[in-house]
């Protein structure tokens, strides 16, 4: 791309009536004519993401043939908010929704007892009424490898931040990763029974970044705003009546017992210049033109494009479909 | 502590753990391990172990580093460095 060019985040605006409709015609022909299949089911977390794909859905299938879910459990620490604000947006798109409290389904497969041990591999001393989380340093002020540390507080309030041991990183990583796998499960339980689709709901960033679980939140029949930058899924949420109080939420993963952000977890910046970085790195911007608009310098710019890169190798994982040793004679 | 025994014991190290025993994958001595798919970052934080570990140091946050740590070159180095303290 040349230089010449302003970067700025007018980039990244769309005209979102006319990306709604487009999106909307799709959806239709995925659902009713490649699937054959009635409606969609969608998970709302209370979060951007799949408040605009529900308003999609609603909006090209008809409200009646999409079936929310609303999927709490024991750790989420934004629990009772996103449950409101789920039915808030329910209740707004003429959605019908249904709550599945999974917490019991967890249990029962071991993820807070297995991830607890994780944890208790680096601080022995946690227990019942601790909570944690994993964070990661900062790719702006270092050039640090993103290594996890867990953040632990005791029920008297100490704070204890120690870094993993690569099995206890894995460990809790892999504990935690039930949460997604088990609401992807419930999805498709009602989609089986109501002879519906699921539908995913990452956006841009989190599709191309791996910010996802394989067999869990990755998992889906159609994923309706993979191409659309997170700025831009908040201009289209609004633009489709997404509810204030949901357009104005700070983005969050909602996995860990205490709150934690996404920028702590996974990406390098907050998602508006996440995505202008990702924007600038697909059109070959340099990395000083690009770090004048965000407030960054060439170097800090670097680091984000090299952080941009190294998720991609590991995205390729996840993104992976299963691999046949021999083809299959007869199947598309 | 000779640079050339540290990076032997690296290298063997590398092939051992992330090639599974596959000499005949070559990569050379100074080549990333980020750039060139070998090790991530999750790899990353068992080389630290290992090196924690094999050669008895304590590797802070701060040294956590490419410079430090991304080519068996580079990770020889800073152990012998570390070890010269």
Redesign the interface.
């Known amino acids: 791309m040349s230089t010449d060019s302003k970067i700025s985040f007018d980039l990244l605006k769309i005209d979102c009536e006319k990306v709604a409709l487009d999106i909307e015609a799709k959806l239709r022909r995925i659902v009713f004519k490649r699937f054959r299949k009635k409606g969609v089911v969608v998970g709302i977390s209370g979060g951007i993401d799949s408040s605009c794909v529900a308003a999609l859905c609603a909006r090209a299938l008809g409200p009646e043939r999409v079936q929310g879910l609303l999927m709490p459990e024991g750790d989420s620490t934004a629990s009772e908010e996103s449950t409101q604000l789920g039915k808030l947006l329910a209740e707004r798109l003429g959605v019908a929704v249904i709550t599945e409290d999974i917490t019991a389904a967890l249990e029962g497969a071991g993820c807070y007892r297995r991830r607890d041990e994780a944890v208790r591999a680096v601080i022995p001393e946690y227990g019942s009424g601790w909570k944690s989380k994993i964070v990661l340093p900062s790719v702006v002020d270092t050039d640090q490898y993103r290594i996890f540390s867990v953040v632990a507080v005791s029920p008297e309030g100490k704070e204890i931040k120690t870094r993993l041991s690569p099995a206890a990183s894995l460990g809790i990583v892999a504990a935690t990763n039930f949460k997604q796998r088990v609401r992807k499960m419930m999805e498709y339980y009602h989609a089986d029974r109501l002879n519906y689709v699921v539908a995913g709901t990452p956006n841009r960033l989190e599709y191309d970044q791996g910010f996802f679980v394989k067999g869990g939140d990755g998992l889906a029949d159609l994923k309706p705003i993979a191409h659309l930058y997170k700025s831009q899924v908040y201009a289209l949420a609004e633009h489709l009546g997404v509810p204030q109080e949901i357009c104005c939420r700070p983005p969050t993963t909602d996995t860990y017992s205490l709150p934690q952000t996404q920028e702590e977890f996974y990406f390098s910046l907050p998602y508006d210049k996440m995505d202008l970085c990702l924007w600038a790195k697909n059109h070959d911007v340099p990395a000083g033109d690009v770090g004048e608009a965000l407030g960054l310098t060439e170097e800090q710019t670097e680091r984000v494009y090299r952080d941009i890169e190294g998720k991609r190798r590991v995205a390729s994982y996840l993104h992976a479909g299963p691999v046949l040793i021999e083809p299959i004679e007869g199947l598309g | 502590m000779r640079d050339e025994d540290v990076l032997k014991e690296v290298r063997e190290y590398v092939i051992e753990n992330f090639l599974l025993g596959d000499e005949d994958e070559a990569f050379s001595d100074s080549e990333s391990f ?1 750039e060139s ?1 070998l090790i ?3 790899g ?3 080389v ?2 290992f090196l924690e570990e094999t050669y008895r140091i304590e590797i802070a ?2 040294e ?4 430090n ?1 991304d080519s068996v070159e580079r990770v020889a180095r800073f152990v012998v460095s570390k070890k010269a303290l």
């Open positions: 980020l798919g991530d970052s999750t990353i934080l068992e630290i172990s946050d701060e956590m580093i490419p410079d740590l």
